[in-house]
């Protein structure tokens, strides 16, 4: 359904793995805990002492991801380098195209 919206509106769908432990990486110094529990909400970096809130860290964590793979050909930009990915399943109902550069520096504004 997002993938529908940002194409309806010309704009990149990109998403960063799944698996990504952005509740628990210091994203000022990329330091990752062992273990975190969920009932942790704020932590402090044992490396560089930064004390983080857990839900906006992993925001932060997630956008850096967003924009560090998306010149690497994921997403959009995979899609305007002609590669594509064999999608089994439901059919899409619109068409892939590729994106101006215009587009893409306006979606990059959003995600600051």
Partial sequence: MLKYKAEQEG???LAVDRFLPSSKTCHVCLNQVNRLSLDVRFWQCDK???RHDRDVKAAINIRDE????????TGETA???GVSRNNKGRKSSTISQPIGEEA???SLAMLA
């Fill in 66 to 73: 967003g924009l560090r793979i998306l010149p690497s050909g």
């Fill in 79 to 81: 899609a305007y380098l």
């Fill in 11 to 13: 704009k990149v769908d």
């Fill in 48 to 50: 560089c002492g930064t």
């Fill in 104 to 106: 893409r520096i306006l």
